[in-house]
């Protein structure tokens, strides 16, 4: 299993209206995930459309793009052994409601459709690939040593 799996994460709007990065990304360092990119910014319609494409047909799409436009995002890329699937046991499902106390949606969310956080699907797999690209520009991606990895892994 390797050390250097890549997965995107993105604390939503109301996250961040919510005043909850700080507390999310701190989850993601104490756990041992490695943020390799991280982005606070604004999704623009045409941005919203295409990381959600795969809903476009589904009733709530449309208020499914409204709410990514509606403020300001933190994206992320996080660095670690199986991290896609840590990440996404990390959040919860994605009904808040479903999710156990514990979780970040378990902690802080109520309602499905403002549930904090969104990952990519471990189920999916060229999703982590997809969205980190849409995302991210190759240089905005930063190799580095984490000074605890040998005391992290075997
Ligand atoms: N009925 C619904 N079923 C699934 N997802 C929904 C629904 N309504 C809103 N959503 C949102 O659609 C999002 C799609 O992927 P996310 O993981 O970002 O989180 C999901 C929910 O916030």
Do not use: C
Not at 17 to 32: A, P, T
Not at 59 to 64: A, E, H, M, N, T
Not at 119 to 130: F, I, L, P, Y
């Amino acid at each position: 299993m390797s050390e250097h799996e890549r997965t995107f994460v993105m604390v939503k709007p109301d996250g961040v209206q919510r005043g909850l990065i700080g507390d999310i990304v701190s989850r993601f360092e104490d756990r041992g995930l490695k943020m390799v990119g991280g982005k606070f910014m604004q999704i623009d319609q045409e941005l919203a459309e295409e990381h959600y494409g795969e809903h476009e047909d589904k009733p709530f799409f449309d208020g499914l793009v409204d709410f990514i436009t509606s403020g300001p995002v933190f994206a992320m890329v996080w660095e670690g052994q199986d991290a896609t699937r840590q990440v996404r046991t990390m959040m919860g499902e994605t009904d808040p409601a479903e999710s156990a106390p514990g979780t970040i949606r378990g902690d802080y969310g109520l309602d499905l459709g403002r549930n904090v956080i969104h990952g990519s699907d471990h189920e999916d797999e060229g999703a982590n690939e997809r969205e980190i690209e849409l995302f991210f520009d190759e240089d905005e991606l930063v190799d580095w040593d984490q000074i605890d990895s040998s005391w992290l892994y075997e």
